[in-house]
T-cell receptor, first 113, second 114 residues
């Protein structure tokens, strides 16, 4: 069990560019979550997958954001036409079931210039 | 809507001493879970302790224990025999029994003085 991994760990991009982040959950965890954390704040929920199905999306997830989890394994989060307000830490977490603890990855820190 | 409040932005404790971090929450649900997560600088968030609302007994994990006051909607974390490695941001979080998302407080930054 190697834990939740995320790549890249850091990303610097220019406003208007597209970026994609990857999350590999703990093996056999069927639930995967994305959160966003801005400086000085706690993480805020973005979206959730059960296996390959995206079952819940926050209002924070604008049309520029899209997430996928093909085959119910790793997940990608894409932000199109990035804005400076998208600068944040993007955290991924996974769990084995609804009532089970969510385990977090190290996050991807995004800076939009 | 559920909310989680951490009223102490920063706390400091001497090594080997005990410190208590406060957390209050607001919910109308009866089935929920409460968590304390630790986020060291530039490192990933890790679970410290978890409490099921239906359990009357306070959760304990080694030097970490909680004081869960359900009627008062209070969930404080006590760290005994503080160590330098305990220095981190601590987040209190709530999750409903039938929901998927964690709702976090704004965190308490704990400094441990040698």
């Amino acid at each position: 069990d190697t834990g939740v991994s995320q790549n890249p760990r850091h990303k610097i991009t220019k406003r208007g560019q597209n970026v994609t982040f990857r999350c590999d959950p703990i093996s056999e965890h069927n639930r995967l979550y994305w959160y966003r954390q801005t400086l000085g704040q706690g993480p805020e929920f973005l979206t959730y997958f059960q296996n390959e199905a995206q079952l819940e999306k926050s209002r924070l997830l604008s049309d520029r954001f899209s997430a996928e989890r093909p085959k119910g394994s790793f997940s990608t989060l894409e932000i199109q036409r990035t804005e400076q307000g998208d600068s944040a830490m993007y955290l991924c977490a996974s769990s084995f079931g609804l009532r089970e603890t969510q385990y977090f990855g190290p996050g991807t820190r995004l800076l939009v210039l | 809507a559920q909310t989680v409040t951490q009223s102490q932005p920063e706390m400091s404790v001497q090594e080997a001493e005990t410190v208590t971090l406060s957390c209050t929450y607001d919910t109308s649900e009866s089935d929920y879970y409460l968590f304390w997560y630790k986020q060291p600088p530039s490192r990933q968030m890790i679970l410290v302790i978890r409490q099921e609302a239906y359990k009357q007994q306070n959760a304990t994990e080694n030097r970490f224990s909680v004081n869960f006051q359900k009627a008062a909607k209070s969930f404080s974390l006590k760290i005994s025999d503080s160590q330098l490695g305990d220095a981190a941001m601590y987040f209190c979080a709530w999750r409903g029994g039938a929901t998927n998302k964690l709702i976090f407080g704004t965190g308490t930054l704990l400094a441990v003085q040698p």
